[in-house]
Structure formats: C-alpha cells, structure tokens
C-alpha cells in the first residue's frame, strides 16, 4: 500500500486527497476483514410484518470486503412476488454520489461532492455466507464482494415467513 506524504510546499490535487482517503478506508476494511471477519455486529433482525413485508432492526454488519452496512433505523421492506419457496434476504453494502455542486463559478458542469455510504436489499436465490469457515470463534472473511444474508425465507399456503433456524453469521 503506498500513501500519501505531506511536506511543506507540496501542491495538493484532488487525486492526491482522493487518495488519502482511499488508502485510510482500504486500511480500515483490511483491520475489519483480518481481525473481526465478517457478520452481524448488532441488531439487523427480520420479522415479518403485515401484508407482504418484512422489518429489519437498525443494526451494524461487516462484508466480507471489510465494508461497514450501517441500518441506521428499522424499515419496513416488501417481499418479492415470486414463485420460489426459499429466498435469502441479504444486505449489500452500496455507494450513492450525492449534493451536485458546480464545478467552478462561471461553469453549468456540476458534479457530485460527497458520497453516501448505505445498502441495498437484495432477495437471493443462494445463501451468499454459503462456503465461508467459521474459525477460533469468527467467521472468516473471503475479501470477496457479495452481500451478507441475514434471513432465509419460505413460501407456505402462499405466504413467506422469516424461517427461525437460519442465524446469520455474528461478530461477537
């Protein structure tokens, strides 16, 4: 890994500051994938709510890329119309570019300032923890990106529940 070094007199670019961050970020998903692994951290239970839909409990979880997925409140979901008896219900931690700004005065270009880190929920057909080795008490993590299913849910009488043996990989 190479990082930035400063001294003064150094003329800053946006590359240079773009790397400072990425190099800090990179640190902080090797310390998360390497010393804790992946899984749920704390909260992020499903429960199935009326009609067609699930809640998922605000929590904290880390990918098998070391990426933090922060729920930061609980939602409610729908669940897919499909013809599957089991789904995976599963978190994929996201990147959205938001608050456009011009580029400069006197320029219509605008571009995004900032990036929201979040999640997207996915139903899978597969559970993506499938395949992983749980060693001296944590999951390992691969550094593969793919989301992390916290809930497996079945299809009965036409009607999906929340199966309650299927426990989701924890941090401890």
Known sequence: MIRNR???GRFLTAEDLNHEQEYF???HKLHNRTLHGFGVVTG????????NTVTIAAGLAIDCEGN???????FKYALPASALETIFLTLRYAEHAIDPIPTTKQSSDMEFSKV???????FETQNTNQGH???RGRWQACGKPHGLTIARLK???GNWRV????????LS
Do not use: A, N, Q
């Open 133 to 135: 080795r749980h060693f």
């Open 6 to 8: 400063f001294f003064t």
């Open 25 to 27: 970020r990179e640190k």
């Open 116 to 122: 929201e880190e979040t999640f997207d929920v996915v």
């Open 155 to 157: 299809r009965t009488s």
């Open 163 to 170: 199966e309650r043996r299927y426990h989701p990989p924890r």
């Open 44 to 51: 992020l239970g499903v429960s199935k709510s009326s009609g």
């Open 68 to 74: 933090e997925i922060l729920v930061e409140e609980s």
